[in-house]
């Protein structure tokens, strides 16, 4: 068996951004119509932090599985929090086809979706993007929101004021400001890309018709305030999002399911979408299988076609 294998460098040359954004709109579409088996993601603990599985499949294509491990003591250690793999096998033998490197698939794939919800609900002018946290997702997220909107103004904000400072060095439209509240206030779209165990913002700050997306885990609670959860229109991958972690999200407890819209329904124009310039709505992400297993396919397909990565042979 021959298993190709990628690194992080081959995943972020290989994985075009715009075509990713689409196939993760085609990837939610299914998992809300049924068509993705996707477990419940399961936990295993360690005195020093988690290690998370997220497999899935859709039919006519390989069988993903995403091991992530979340250890914050890293950093100290000068080594990233979130480490991760992904790995495909055939559908039709089990047989694995590829391994590659899950952090670069899992800032993409991210980021991707949070700019998959900002085309399906911010306003079309949305013009200010705030940005909060500069790390992997900021930097993410700056590049993929400013592909979705007309964006002319980025705000940077961060508790570390040199990541902030060098993440708006990347874009002439980016400037980093003082306080988090700077940054939000009047902002049409607000990305929260931080691994706070508290919130991080204040549902005042932000104006009426913004878009906000979370993407932060760190249960048991989390980043996004769950006022501002039950207060706008509330987007989900799926509304799993719901129970309780490590298969939802903190953020979202004591909330009903029924008050969230998977953006799946939206791609299928099963349930509205934005509903009025002046509504704010919020995009709450946990993570799912099917994001990495359509950005896995997507990168296999191209370092296929171009002769990328290693083999390595398994007998």
């Known amino acids: 068996m021959d298993v190709?294998?990628?690194?992080?460098?081959?995943?972020?040359?290989?994985?075009?951004?715009?075509?990713l954004v689409d196939a993760l709109a085609d990837a939610f579409a299914a998992l809300s119509g049924g068509r993705v088996d996707a477990p419940p993601r399961n936990q295993v603990t360690a005195p020093a932090g988690f290690l998370l599985a997220?497999?899935?499949?859709?039919?006519?294509?390989?069988?993903?599985?995403?091991?992530?491990?979340?250890?914050?003591?890293?950093?100290?250690?000068?080594?990233?929090?979130?480490?991760?793999?992904?790995?495909?096998f055939d559908e039709e033998t089990g047989a694995p086809i590829a391994l590659m490197d899950g952090a670069s698939i899992t800032a993409a794939r991210t980021a991707g979706a949070a700019a998959l919800s900002a085309r399906l609900l911010a306003r079309p002018d949305s013009r200010v993007l705030a940005i909060v946290g500069a790390g992997?997702?900021?930097?993410a997220h700056l590049a993929a929101l400013a592909r979705v909107r007309p964006i002319e103004e980025i705000r940077v904000a961060s508790l570390y004021p040199e990541e902030a400072a060098a993440l708006a060095a990347t874009d002439p439209r980016a400037r980093?400001?003082?306080?988090?509240?700077?940054?939000?206030?009047?902002?049409?779209?607000?990305?929260?890309?931080?691994?706070?165990?508290?919130?991080v913002i204040d549902a005042a700050w932000v104006a009426p018709g913004a878009h906000v997306t979370s993407v932060g885990y760190h249960p048991p609670a989390g980043e996004l305030p769950p006022a501002l959860a039950a207060a706008a229109h509330l987007f989900v991958e799926t509304r799993a999002a719901f129970e309780p972690v490590p298969v939802g999200c903190g953020e979202l407890a004591g909330l009903d399911p029924a008050t969230g819209?998977?953006?799946?329904?939206?791609?299928?124009?099963?349930?509205?979408?934005?509903?009025?310039?002046?509504?704010?709505?919020?995009?709450?992400?946990?993570?799912?299988?099917?994001?990495d297993l359509a950005a896995g396919t997507l990168v296999l397909a191209a370092a296929r076609a171009t002769g990328t990565g290693s083999t390595v042979s398994l007998s």
């Open 261 to 291: 819209t998977e953006l799946g329904e939206v791609v299928l124009g099963r349930r509205p979408g934005r509903t009025n310039e002046g509504e704010v709505t919020v995009y709450k992400a946990m993570g799912h299988a099917v994001e």
């Open 4 to 19: 190709l294998v990628l690194g992080g460098a081959d995943v972020e040359r290989l994985l075009d951004p715009d075509a």
């Open 176 to 199: 980093a400001v003082g306080t988090i509240a700077e940054a939000v206030a009047g902002a049409d779209i607000v990305a929260l890309c931080t691994n706070s165990p508290s919130l």
């Open 54 to 88: 997220m497999p899935a499949h859709r039919p006519g294509g390989p069988i993903g599985v995403k091991l992530v491990s979340v250890f914050e003591g890293n950093r100290e250690r000068g080594i990233p929090s979130h480490l991760a793999l992904v790995a495909l």
């Open 136 to 139: 992997v997702q900021g930097r």
